[in-house]
């Protein structure tokens, strides 16, 4: 046996290979189609998917589980495991690949099996992979898989063959990601203060720990920065809705023009999880640049229509917005400024802003942001990293000054200066 794997497996050295793909179809009835090598569906992947799509599952989270789902698969191609033969050492093996290893290169489709393992990089204007970002200091990328990433991945995979095991589909006979072997062992949470939350709980046994990450806003002064390296009064119009409503950034691209309400002062968009309706306030900065961005576009041939999307390509042939152009929007901006923010700060800037006016009740806050519980609306009340920084520095920048600070003259000069002490402390002398 070989380091780290069993039945001869090398993990030490396994790259995974680029084998198969997530297809995006367009189709609403079948958004995402796992492919094998040989281009045909994966029948146990397609019929989970439909499962999902009938439980009110969004075509995202058919994008997100099937990412990990191809990751496993390629996991089995490459040692010949029928995926209803896996079993919990398997998992243990992919489990422990994902922890220690680099993660694959991602090239463009023309380089396609051509992958090989990431290797750091760093030069004068990008740091090394996971050190802060220098102007934003969050960390940045880093070649390995990152907690949650795992996390999520092992999530899924549970709920997989879970629900395979549940159907009676193929000749599964065990889930290969167990839970937790601490389950089981007398009543959850028995002795638990009913006046705390629940703690959350390791429920599968190789689901690593999440840390606990507090949301980061993009300070005001940064925040202007972004947004004078916009070129186009679309994308100046997209950012004042997101920083103004709280949004996510692919709600706000559902709104259709007939949702833009500026006499109200109001924008309606569809909310990602329950699918609802709902009438956000803006600011009237967003509305003019909008009004700015469809005078040009309408001009150029853009189509017109209240039923017609909000948010258009800039060029032609004219497509509706959709949220993986918007990124690639803000990520140009990131690369002029050296940033690493993402649109998803945008929500928490917004969030931020609105927690902590004082005129201002946080479950209004809590209705506009869609959160389902007080609690998660109530993180935003909390001092983030960067005021906790300020706060640290501006404390020794005190404790210097006074350092610094020349002592004050004794109140006369023929009284003794120990008994000033005594009686009135060391800042009488």
Known sequence: MTQLGRSGRDLK????????????????WEPYRLLDPAGSPVEPVAVFFRDLLAAESPATTLYSYGNDLLRWWRFLWTFDIAWDRAVSEDARDFMLWMKLADKPVRVHWRHRGKLRAAVPVASADRPTPGTPNPVTGKPTLGNKYAPNTRAHCETVLRTFYKFHLDEGNGALLVNPFPLDRRRGRGRANAHHDPEKPLAPTRSGRYRPTVPKRRPRRIPDD????????LRSDRDRALLSFWTSTGA????????????????????????????????LP???????????????AWKGGVPRGRGEPLWWTLRRPWRPLNYHAARAMFRRVNELLGSNWTLHDLRHTASYRMANDPEMSLTYVQHILAHRRLTTTQIYTEPSEDDVIAAGLAHHARQEAKKKAPKPEPVSPGYNPESLSVLFGDGAI
């Open 282 to 296: 803006a600011s009237p900065d967003a509305f003019v640049w909008l009004r700015l961005f469809q005078e040009e």
């Open 248 to 279: 996510r950034a692919e709600e706000l691209l559902t709104s259709c023009q007939s949702d833009a309400k500026p006499g109200q002062q109001l924008i309606g968009v569809i909310r990602k999880g329950t699918r609802e309706y709902q009438l």
């Open 222 to 229: 940064k925040y202007a920065e972004i947004f004078g390296g």
């Open 13 to 28: 050295h396994f790259v995974l290979p680029d084998l198969g793909q997530l297809q995006e179809t367009g189709d609403r």
